[in-house]
């Protein structure tokens, strides 16, 4: 039986806040299915319904999400309508996720790495960190008990970075393959040349491929996903650095 996406949150192990629609499965999706296979619960807030983007419609990119979020049995996608080009990190914002993220519960957030191209990216990147530190401040009042994550971690979409650590997703790249064809209108049905970087049909699955090769390659396997992140305690060295 297929679970119902739920439209808010609910208590999961793992949480990812994208800027828009589809940043989420470009950035991070063959390690969603990974942990999806592993049991692991995931739950996805976009701050964007990515209503200026070049291609499709904010209508369609919404059911292309939910799509998207079955490929790895996401419990719930939510989307805060914060405005394309217009993510900002206030404290009031602030508030409004952090409320989210404490009735999320999650052990890990995941969200864009600081330096972007994008500047909705760079905006989330600040706004997620403000968010998950105001969720972990006992006395801020936000109607829900608070929640202090294990670890705030970054994933890259159009840079290349440094990694603090590399996902093995040689298993699951076909994975996130198929979630990012599900937002078709971006990835896979035929578009007039536009002006970005991108402007045909395979070129960012394409770069997908090349980007997972090369992270891939720095640890010896065929395809990964980088991940940078200030540090996370380790109790067990052996266990965090086995292999399979």
């Known amino acids: 039986m297929t679970r119902e996406l739920s439209r808010e949150p609910v208590p999961v192990d793992v949480l990812v806040i994208g800027a828009h629609p589809d940043d989420a499965e470009i950035g991070m999706g063959g390690t969603l299915v990974k942990l999806h296979r592993l049991g692991y619960s995931i739950g996805v807030i976009d701050l964007t319904r990515g209503e200026l983007g070049s291609k499709g419609t904010a209508e369609r990119r919404a059911e292309e999400a939910a799509a998207a979020a079955a490929v790895y049995g996401a419990r719930f996608r939510a989307n805060l309508n914060l405005g394309d080009n217009r993510i900002d ?84 790249f076909e994975g996130k393959l198929k979630a990012m064809r599900a937002f078709a209108s971006q990835f896979v049905e035929p578009t007039a040349p536009i002006d970005h970087k991108y402007f045909g049909v395979e070129d960012y699955l394409e770069a997908a491929a090349v980007r997972a090769r090369h992270y891939g390659m720095r640890i010896g396997v065929r395809y990964g996903e980088a991940f940078v992140t200030a540090g996370v305690p380790v109790s067990d060295p052996v266990a965090a650095f086995r292999r399979g």
């Open 89 to 172: 990190d206030s404290p009031a914002l602030g508030r409004k996720l952090a409320e989210l993220i404490r009735r999320a519960q999650p052990r890990l957030v995941f969200t864009h790495h600081g330096e972007d191209r994008h500047p909705d990216h760079r905006e989330a990147h600040a706004l997620v960190r403000r968010a998950v530190f105001q969720a972990g401040l006992r006395n801020l009042d936000l109607g829900v008990p608070y929640h202090l994550v294990d670890a705030l971690i970054f994933f890259p979409v159009n840079e290349w970075v440094e990694p603090s650590f590399v996902v093995d997703i040689t298993d699951t």
